[in-house]
């Protein structure tokens, strides 16, 4: 069971219903895909750290091949290759490693070298597995990153996978591994423009998913409401919480914390396995 849990923007509590999922799952994986800038390791504070690199290739120009015919710079829509000066110039930031210039330089005169542009960390928080994806400041995209972290998902029954916030091409690939997905939203009219965004998404992929309505207060609530005319189911409702703000941040887990929480997230998992599991 892979379950993907998403948000329209950062701040609604993804990585809190995630992070808690896992920990009372037992037994469970954790995978942080929020690779720009990731904090589930934060509350698990992993033990038994692995590291490895990830790295992407890059063309490497061969000046002696190079007759400057420019069919590589009229390829690359990112304009990562220039012309100047006599000379072809490849810029590393903004090279989105497609290898397309390579494939059609007609001299051969790009070759391939690699460049890390992040890590996966892998460590273990009590009966928990968490990885992590770390992009490196100023990269591109995260994709590749990624693609490496959902290579060992599977290894758990359960897997919980943090997605990035938003509704881009890094949520997509991270979302297409996915079972059933959660979506994360706030009680607000803000809230609920995120909440459609990401739920498009999910429609678009053919995901089935839930909505876990979160900070909630007494009274009128947008969020629920738009779920109601969309007919989006919601499987779990978390209030707002003075408590629980305070746990969170503190980087503490809240279901490791307090017999309450532990019910809640407790209710709220066995709410998910129905949805996955009819």
């Known amino acids: 069971m892979k379950i993907a849990v998403l948000s329209g923007k950062g701040g609604t509590g993804k990585?809190?219903?995630?992070?808690?999922?896992?920990?009372?799952?037992?037994?469970?994986?954790?995978?942080?895909?929020?690779?720009?800038?990731?904090?589930?390791?934060?509350?698990?504070?992993?033990?038994?750290?692995?590291?490895?690199?990830?790295?992407?290739?890059?063309?490497?120009?061969?000046?002696?091949?190079?007759?400057?015919?420019?069919?590589?710079v009229d390829f690359c829509n990112f304009n990562a290759l220039a012309w100047i000066g006599g000379e072809?110039?490849?810029?590393?930031?903004?090279?989105?490693?497609?290898?397309?210039?390579?494939?059609?330089?007609?001299?051969?005169?790009?070759?391939?070298?690699?460049?890390v542009i992040g890590q996966v960390q892998r460590g273990?928080?009590?009966?928990?597995?968490?990885?992590?994806?770390?992009?490196?400041?100023?990269?591109?995209?995260?994709?590749?990153?990624?693609?490496?972290?959902?290579?060992?998902?599977?290894?758990?029954?359960?897997?919980?996978?943090?997605?990035?916030?938003?509704?881009?091409c890094i949520v997509m690939e991270t979302v297409a591994a996915a079972d059933y997905c959660i979506l994360v939203a706030e009680p607000t009219l803000f809230g609920v423009h995120n909440l459609h965004m990401v739920w498009e998404l999910v429609k678009l992929m053919g995901k089935p998913c839930g909505v876990v309505l979160n900070k909630c207060l007494e009274g009128e609530n947008p969020a629920e409401k738009f779920c109601a005319e969309k007919g989006i189911e919601i499987i779990g409702s978390i209030p707002f919480d003075s408590e629980l703000g305070l746990l969170n941040s503190n980087a503490l887990i809240a279901v490791r914390e307090n017999a309450k929480y532990e019910k809640l997230f407790r209710d709220l998992l066995l709410r998910v396995t129905r949805e996955v599991r009819p």
């Open 15 to 72: 990585t809190l219903v995630s992070v808690n999922l896992a920990a009372v799952a037992k037994d469970s994986m954790y995978v942080d895909c929020d690779v720009e800038e990731p904090n589930g390791h934060l509350f698990f504070k992993p033990e038994e750290v692995k590291t490895r690199q990830v790295a992407v290739e890059i063309p490497l120009v061969d000046p002696d091949k190079c007759t400057g015919c420019r069919v590589c």
């Open 88 to 115: 072809l110039k490849v810029f590393d930031e903004i090279c989105h490693s497609c290898g397309g210039c390579i494939v059609l330089c007609p001299e051969d005169a790009l070759a391939k070298k690699e460049k």
């Open 124 to 168: 273990v928080s009590e009966d928990v597995t968490v990885l992590t994806g770390m992009l490196n400041t100023g990269e591109a995209s995260g994709i590749p990153i990624i693609k490496d972290l959902l290579k060992d998902i599977g290894e758990k029954e359960q897997t919980f996978i943090d997605c990035p916030p938003g509704s881009a």
